[in-house]
């Protein structure tokens, strides 16, 4: 679908837009990629990167102008302990952003328009969530960053579906993403980066933020790219879908396989339930993406490990 084919993915310096980057070079995309303060981490003639700062609607129109395809990966993120401090920047920066690039790609004829929106738009459950399950509660230290996602979600069902003359927009609602490139740095990192950098690094003890019971769903990165490029070519009108492995990790038995595959024998490991912490069960139910999209996540989360391990030791 996309050899020869103009796509924009923005946020391409990022961990799933430069993963996306050099997806689509493969596949013989003309791409173009939007950075900000980080530099490329693709280098390719088959590439066109650009400065922008996509808050202003000049740089957004600037970047998709001639796009077919646009990929919206750039995003204001960070981990547990800033959502629970400050979560308010999460809120207006990608308010605006996701704003004007909608507004961008519309006015410039885009064919089609991927937001990567987020699991946590959806209510506390038990259960592996459906797509049909978003009630608009959601868990409480999620209300704003969830509130961001879920109205960005909207605005894209506005295009898709509340206009004279729509524009295809497609929304998927990932899995925790984990893998080769993504933040390592103690301020912005989520659980598996930060856990894997203690046992990489030997801490000793390592220091576990909450009880390790937590259950998450992950989906490696290259997982949720294919899963990702599936979606835009198989779905055409607004409906939503979950890009996961499909099931539940508890946090301890995922710092046991790391120890295990680094070969850190012997580790203390003291956990600290008054660090923060998010919800503390996420199930995700993936069966739509079968249907719809013939997707099924194929990497295991051991595999998985190994890989962005072996990253973490060869590149950081």
Not at 109 to 138: A, G, H, M, Q
Not at 151 to 158: A, L, S
Request: charged content about 25%.
């Amino acid at each position: 679908m996309f050899q020869g084919r103009k796509v924009l993915v923005t946020g391409a310096a990022g961990f799933i837009g430069a993963r996306l980057v050099q997806r689509l070079v493969r596949e013989g995309a003309q791409v173009r990629g939007t950075l900000y303060k980080k530099d490329a981490v693709v280098r390719d003639d088959c590439v066109e990167y650009i400065r922008a700062d996509l808050t202003h609607a000049e740089d957004c129109a600037r970047a998709c102008r001639d796009a077919e395809y646009v990929f919206l990966c750039a995003a204001n993120t960070s981990g547990a302990a800033v959502m629970e401090k400050t979560p308010l920047v999460h809120l207006t920066p990608n308010l605006i952003m996701n704003a004007r690039m909608l507004e961008a790609a519309y006015a410039a004829s885009v064919r089609k328009t991927l937001f990567i929106s987020s699991n946590t738009v959806y209510p506390v459950s038990d259960d592996p969530v459906k797509e049909t399950d978003v009630t608009n509660e959601f868990f409480e230290k999620y209300f704003i960053v969830a509130w961001m996602k879920r109205f960005t979600e909207i605005m894209c069902e506005m295009y898709a579906t509340k206009i004279k003359k729509p524009m295809q927009t497609v929304v998927v609602r990932p899995a925790n993403a984990y893998g080769p490139g993504d933040k390592f740095d103690w301020e912005t990192s989520h659980v598996l980066p930060a856990l894997i950098r203690r046992v990489v690094e030997r801490h000793d003890p390592i220091r576990v933020w909450g009880d390790g019971r937590d259950i998450k769903d992950f989906i490696y990165v290259d997982d949720l790219v294919e899963g990702m490029l599936l979606a835009m070519e198989k779905i055409d009108g607004f409906e939503p879908v979950n890009l996961a492995g499909g099931r539940g990790h508890c946090l301890h038995d995922i710092l046991d396989l790391i120890l295990r595959l680094d070969g850190y024998a012997g580790a203390r490991i003291e956990y600290d339930a008054s660090k923060p912490t998010m919800i503390p069960k996420r199930l995700i139910d993936p069966s739509k993406a079968r249907q719809v999209l013939g997707f099924e996540a194929a990497t295991s989360m051991e595999a998985g490990l190994r890989k962005t391990i072996d990253w973490y030791r060869s590149t950081l």
